[in-house]
DNA sequence: ACACAAAGCGTATAAATATACAACATGAGG
DNA sequence: CCTCATGTTGTATATTTATACGCTTTGTGT
């Protein structure tokens, strides 16, 4: 992951408020940040100068929540963004937020998603609209895909591929 | 929903723990709880009695966290039961808790499960990261296993009867 | 250029949450 | 019965997070 960000400062030393924000949106996804306090440390490393006080505010307008990391900790995460718009282009992101893997046993084709993400997934997959998917059955990680006749594996390779060239499918 | 507590007090009046974080996994569930004082004040109705440190504790050892509503609001939450424990002795005894039959038709497995433990199950033969299993689907007491190419029946129930000899597999 | 409104920030402080500590309760072994 | 180890709680306090207030910056309309 490279962060990238613009180096403008006013006068006052201050960076762009949404650079500030994307950066801290990248740790939160990136590390368990348990406080405002660790994560004041982690911006300071990036010259990113701020008081607790903004990063609560930031913290709040990101609408990041804190949860249990299983044990006795708790960390930073963000909302998970099941926004209600219906484009292509959002299904797109959908799917590449909680595509894990794609795997094939005879004419069913197996996708594994992030825990939680596989009706979302599903949901986008259906709503493509896809000559090559018949239908779509999700569990909790797990999409079950029913290829349509004569569809290869290779076609409904191609076809996710060209959609979203970043998705590390089969071969 | 019926809330069941018992009303055994000892001299200092106090509810029984369990009783006490039973009810407010119950609240957590039903109602949008911002504070631990509100939730103070939700117990209190209910008799129960106790301070706000108890409840911080409670809700740590409940694993409780806090997300935002979407708006300007943040309310406590449960995690999600699926990733609590990590360990492969763990993922064997849920599937030994929940195991019924298994059973074959075509390249599919389908393994019944006692009411409710079929996420529970499926998750764990997932996260064993088997070969043999290129996924699994859960619905509440049924699990559809997507066998990998070129295995076979006597595989997968070899592969099963290794981890775990107990259970009762077909022949 | 000027006035005004809106947004962002830091300081100081308030509010919310966590914990150190000591008291009491409970259960196991002697 | 006593003693020790463990667990639960309240009080008081520490830590963490949120916000009121005043200042600076930026944009907009005149």
């Not at 939160?28 to 903004?54: C, F, G, P, Y």
């Amino acid at each position: 992951m490279l962060y990238i960000y613009t180096l403008c400062v006013n006068k006052y030393n201050m960076l762009d408020r949404n650079t500030r924000l994307t950066i801290i949106k990248n740790f939160i996804t990136e590390k368990k940040i348990a406080s405002q306090e660790q994560l004041l440390l982690l911006l300071k490393e990036r010259n990113v100068h701020v008081t607790q006080a903004t990063l609560s505010r930031d913290l709040k307008s990101l609408k990041v929540g804190k949860v249990s990391d299983g044990n006795r900790g708790y960390y930073y995460t963000l909302p998970d963004q099941k926004m209600n718009k219906e484009t292509t282009e959002h299904f797109l992101e959908d799917i590449t937020r909680g595509y894990i893997s794609l795997a094939f046993a005879g004419n069913l084709a197996v996708m594994h998603t992030l825990p939680g993400h596989a009706n979302t997934v599903a949901f986008a997959l259906d709503r493509l609209d896809l000559d090559e998917i018949t239908g779509t059955i999700a569990g909790d990680d797990t999409i079950l895909i029913i290829l349509s006749d004569g569809v290869e594996r290779k076609d409904i390779v191609n076809c996710l591929e060209q959609m979203i060239p970043d998705l590390e499918l089969p071969k």
